[in-house]
């Protein structure tokens, strides 16, 4: 009587091994009813324990010796069962199981939410703790899973030194405003506890490049925050990222590791979840494949800002209808400019690199035009942004008077401090890891793939 | 003249590969200087670049083409150098580079903290941007970095799906209260950005379980905050917690996956940092290695909470002598209790299951005793306490009486629905990740193997 799980019987079954197959003879299964339906004379339960996309059909009929428990298992319910395997080549599905004996170990009271029916997603965010039962979340968070260990697997490869920056700091990165205050319930002082005030970090670039600057190939790997009261489809307040920082390496270095590291996730995940990837690509959006592929097959173009402004210009001019018409250079491309030049212009992903110096972050890299900074932005067709990168100023004099200017000299000058003491050319990049979940699942709404989305007004769990 | 790291040097050195070897005649090197000496007639650069613990040799003399640049490199600095590998089979390393070309990428101005003697990991905390070069944190963060690798491989290996679970949370968790709150600069209301009171989380575990009754077996690793009071050696208000979790497994099951678990991440750290841990065992503990073998050759045994205190009670009867004598059913163990059954009793890794349910968590099962619920510690010798677990009640009426009394059930209704539908025996454990750190390098302080610490009274960067 030993126990498999879906995946396990799946894989036997499939791989053929004669001497596994002969133990079939009686199997145990301990799992979820997604659905039963009984007509008197045999009757069906679609099984699952999440351990495998596809279901797994129990038969069972009046002479199963839990008849009386088979055939009133409701939807949802746990049970543990066991049968014989029955091999099914000419079905769907290769085998089915020949139900005999069968436990309720978790009834389902009547008001479960998660009913035969299609649900919507909006339906489905009200009950995070439930959906992951869900079809297509029993894909995505399957994906969810494999993107993240393909972005360690990339990395550790290629001998990066994962870090882990803290959540807790003393600085608001960019400075863009916008942090979650970090307080204890002392009414004196909310900020006791440190003896200093602390905010929930927006990124983990600033504490990760010592750390590039001792071990040359760095990442971290974790979440970040934004208190933005924007309620779109893409912005999360929670979220995580993965920011690599590459000492002795110059801008051009470090497109060339985002377009191995964008690759690899898409590979990775086609090879670990083909069934979950074909029933995105069914289900969600019947491009996807053939996008992702796309890009698998594509060299990443890379085009200058000033290129990228006198082409949309152009187009204007041509009777091509933005929202925004209004193009001039030094301006922050809105999402259908971008996807604009990814979609219509080069037909594939692109770096727009060298960007006005005015509308990108202080530790950008000084170019010698003076206007611009060693920035770029990988633009990937039905999306717009999908990665963020940039050489970093290296040069103390330069970074200092932009920190001054902007009056966080002080509270980082450890920041500072690390172009004076062995500095070198160095770059790193950022990728949203959820909105690249949604890229590569083609899901449109940044709720549908976090376990327990938090947005502006919205928390529960 | 192709670039090599520390790392690539080294492997292809000691590999041997005879193509590779021919290829040393000019190579270059990115990285910083340790040491330098410069004895008139000939000099020694001490270099690495952080990709491999050992450093290089790097000799350079009148003839060579920037003998300038290289006799005057200081401690710290960044150079670019290029040169001929030398064999040197008769010495401790086995190889070095005659430098020829060196270009200093980046000086070092003369206050730079880090120089040859040895420093305080004290004055070290201070400087915590500066301190991963040196040796001590070389070897830390890069064992660091494996055991988180070593963690997700496992788990990945075994089929556990890796779930993000929130940090900014409405609950918090066990009810121990000392939690930090999330909020904004709205002076009307610091909660209105999701219009509720929201806390950081300080488990995950209630986040997951309704995942693992979705996925089977699931796991999160992640951070996790502790707004403690506690100024010790292993008391951090962030760190990282591993918390997997598994459906229709029961308090023995768990038990073998902890055991399985903390062997597989022993091998894996000393076959991936086999330098670093004789650097630990030869500087931090000398009894390291032989410890952690010891623990890889036992059987993890088991035993009753309630057989522990008798053998505590007669060790003290028989004139042992705690700091705290006073041992009673009921109390929860200090560590020197918890070592003493270890070191002394059981010579080796001990579970100690079946707590009393009063010094216990409310999700913890109650045994059919109605006194004790079925927990497991993991108490290891020289620690005492690495990782705790339990089954968890999976009866939603004994569930819901018990958080009823602590008054969580309607915060909480959501987990509470988790055992109406579908529930059923689940298990699961938490292991602190920089407690499992400290305990494979041997080091003392938790401050001293994360990399920037947060920990009562004291923050900074």
Known sequence: MAKYSNFQLYDIVTGGDEEELLNLNEVTLQGWVKTNRDNGSIGFVEFNDGTYFKNIQLVYNKDSEDYEVLSK????????VTGKVVFTPENKQPFEISANKCVLEGDVEDDYPLQKKRHSFEFLRDIAHIRPRANTFQAIFRVRNALSFAIHEFFQQRGFIYVHTPLITTNDGEGAGNVFDVTTHDTKDPYSFYNHK?????????????????FKD????GPAFRAEHSNTVRHASEFWMVEPEMAFCDLSDNMDV?????KYCIEYVERACPEEMNFFNTMIDKTLLERLHHVLNSKFERMEYTKGIEILQKAVQNGHKFENNDIFWGMDLQSEHERYLTEEIVKGPLFLINYPKDIKAFYMRLNDDGKTVAACDLLV?????LVGGSQREERYELLKAKMEALGNDKELDWYLDTRRYGGCKHSGFGIGFDRLL???????NIRDVQPYPRTFNSIKY
């Open 73 to 80: 298992l409701k939807t949802g319910s746990a049970i543990t």
């Open 438 to 444: 949604m890229y590569v699942t083609g899901m449109q």
């Open 258 to 262: 985002i377009e191995d590291c964008v």
């Open 218 to 221: 760095v990442y971290t790997f």
């Open 198 to 214: 602390v905010n929930l970090t927006v990124t983990g670039q600033l504490h990760v490049e010592p750390f590039a600057l001792s």
């Open 381 to 385: 067709p039905a999306v717009g942004e």
